[in-house]
């Protein structure tokens, strides 16, 4: 039976069964001198920060969303007053409660107009100002300026190392046990990207029917994935002699039935970061930092098919012990229809390399030079930035 994996790099086929659940692809740690940690979350397939955290607050929201859209009279958490975590995100309201948990909207990166996931995941790991400028990941980029980087190495749980860790400094491979199947939006996207191929879609179609027999056998879906098991192994790691590590979720590709299909990936986010915080007990969870941040937001307007479609402004998060969370951070633009970029999407006011910026400068001493020269070139950073008070 096999297996098609969506790569920003390509397609890589293996000898498992397919499965309609969201996928946790590499996990990449490295060792690094003190007591700080730094996880990153890379959600692919864009994340709609529009619908994790709603502004309902907002006049027209409701509007542009008649059937996504939510208000705390049908379920939506509300944060503030103005807006509301989706109620899939129920687990994560005790970290908020704690100021372990903070989220940031209207943030990008500098990838504008062409909406592609595997363009738009290489600048985010990547962490340039174009696509393909830069060759290799900021975090491996930063683990050259972290003092004593020489007595670093990175582990990545997979069989290859993604973007956001390639680079020149060491990274070991390390694949997971865990029978992680491929997730709903990765498998419709390969089969809208793929249906005029004939010998693609006869291997589908074989795929799909052995996926569909092994399911009927476990019908319960699970068939051995453990979602939490790679977010564990980070946290068992971080444990030792290991300060940085990264993973990505899948899932969040929502064309279609988005209200249904937005609830599994957000529970899994949601576990991830609990996991986490569980295995890291209180005195490293004290002094942690995660950032979940995804290539691009989805557009203000929900489609005809019930979903969202690849847009700009999208949401980051933030969470852990280390940070002043329980607020949302950022600029928020509005969403009016003269306020939104192209008159579709979330309008950008921030670039979410500062945030990453920001969680480097003060969990490692980073220097902001080295941040904007080495780190995220062409990025503007400094000591006043609003996300070191988080």
């Given at each position: 039976?096999?297996?098609?994996?969506?790569?920003?790099?390509?397609?890589?086929?293996?000898?498992?069964c397919?499965?309609?659940?969201?996928?946790?692809t590499?996990v990449?740690?490295?060792?690094?001198?003190?007591?700080?940690?730094?996880?990153?979350?890379?959600?692919?397939?864009?994340?709609?920060?529009?619908?994790?955290?709603?502004?309902?607050?907002?006049?027209?929201?409701?509007?542009?969303?008649?059937?996504?859209a939510?208000?705390?009279?049908?379920?939506?958490?509300?944060?503030?007053?103005?807006?509301?975590?989706?109620?899939?995100?129920?687990?994560?309201?005790?970290?908020?409660k704690?100021?372990?948990?903070?989220?940031?909207?209207?943030?990008?990166?500098?990838?504008?107009?062409?909406?592609?996931?595997?363009?738009?995941?290489?600048?985010?790991?990547?962490?340039?100002?174009?696509?393909?400028e830069?060759?290799?990941?900021?975090?491996?980029?930063?683990?050259?300026?972290?003092?004593?980087?020489?007595?670093?190495k990175?582990?990545?749980?997979?069989?290859?190392t993604?973007?956001?860790?390639?680079?020149p400094?060491?990274?070991?491979?390390?694949?997971?046990?865990?029978?992680?199947?491929?997730?709903?939006?990765?498998?419709?996207?390969?089969?809208?990207?793929?249906?005029?191929?004939?010998?693609?879609?006869?291997?589908?179609?074989?795929?799909?029917?052995?996926?569909?027999?092994?399911?009927?056998?476990?019908?319960?879906?699970?068939?051995?994935?453990?979602?939490?098991?790679?977010?564990?192994?980070?946290?068992?790691?971080?444990?030792?002699?290991?300060?940085?590590?990264?993973?990505?979720?899948?899932?969040?590709?929502?064309?279609?039935?988005?209200?249904?299909?937005?609830?599994?990936?957000?529970?899994?986010?949601?576990?991830?970061?609990?996991?986490?915080?569980?295995?890291?007990?209180?005195?490293?969870?004290?002094?942690?930092?995660?950032?979940?941040?995804?290539?691009?937001?989805?557009?203000?307007?929900?489609?005809g098919?019930?979903?969202?479609?690849?847009?700009?402004?999208?949401?980051?998060l933030?969470?852990g012990?280390?940070?002043?969370?329980?607020?949302?951070?950022?600029?928020?633009?509005?969403?009016?229809?003269?306020?939104?970029?192209?008159?579709?999407?979330?309008?950008?006011?921030?670039?979410?390399?500062?945030?990453?910026?920001?969680?480097?400068?003060?969990?490692?001493?980073?220097?902001?030079?080295?941040l904007?020269?080495?780190?995220?070139?062409?990025?503007?950073?400094?000591?006043?930035?609003?996300?070191?008070?988080?």
């Amino acid at each position: 039976m096999t297996e098609f994996l969506l790569s920003r790099r390509g397609f890589l086929a293996s000898a498992c069964c397919l499965a309609a659940a969201p996928v946790f692809t590499p996990v990449t740690f490295a060792a690094m001198p003190g007591d700080n940690r730094f996880v990153t979350i890379v959600l692919r397939g864009a994340m709609d920060g529009l619908d994790l955290v709603q502004p309902y607050g907002d006049p027209g929201f409701a509007a542009f969303r008649p059937t996504l859209a939510l208000t705390p009279d049908n379920g939506l958490i509300d944060l503030d007053g103005h807006f509301g975590l989706n109620p899939a995100g129920a687990d994560l309201l005790p970290l908020w409660k704690s100021k372990e948990l903070a989220f940031v909207h209207a943030v990008s990166t500098p990838y504008r107009g062409q909406r592609s996931h595997f363009d738009g995941q290489d600048m985010l790991e990547s962490g340039g100002e174009h696509v393909a400028e830069e060759k290799t990941g900021w975090l491996n980029r930063a683990l050259a300026v972290i003092p004593r980087s020489d007595a670093r190495k990175a582990i990545d749980v997979n069989t290859s190392t993604e973007l956001i860790l390639s680079g020149p400094n060491n990274v070991d491979v390390w694949a997971s046990d865990s029978n992680l199947g491929t997730a709903k939006d990765e498998m419709q996207f390969l089969m809208r990207l793929y249906a005029g191929d004939p010998a693609f879609a006869k291997a589908m179609e074989e795929a799909t029917r052995a996926n569909g027999a092994a399911m009927i056998a476990e019908p319960d879906g699970k068939r051995g994935e453990k979602i939490a098991d790679v977010a564990a192994l980070a946290g068992n790691m971080l444990k030792g002699d290991y300060r940085i590590a990264s993973f990505s979720i899948t899932g969040w590709d929502t064309h279609v039935g988005q209200a249904a299909q937005f609830k599994r990936p957000v529970q899994d986010l949601a576990e991830a970061i609990n996991t986490l915080k569980t295995t890291l007990g209180a005195d490293i969870w004290s002094k942690t930092v995660v950032l979940a941040m995804t290539e691009f937001g989805r557009t203000v307007r929900q489609n005809g098919s019930g979903g969202t479609d690849h847009g700009t402004g999208g949401c980051a998060l933030l969470a852990g012990g280390a940070i002043n969370g329980g607020c949302i951070l950022g600029k928020w633009p509005g969403i009016g229809d003269a306020q939104l970029l192209d008159d579709r999407d979330l309008m950008p006011t921030a670039d979410v390399r500062e945030i990453a910026a920001a969680m480097l400068y003060r969990q490692f001493d980073v220097t902001a030079e080295d941040l904007t020269a080495k780190i995220f070139p062409g990025l503007s950073f400094d000591k006043g930035s609003q996300f070191l008070r988080a």
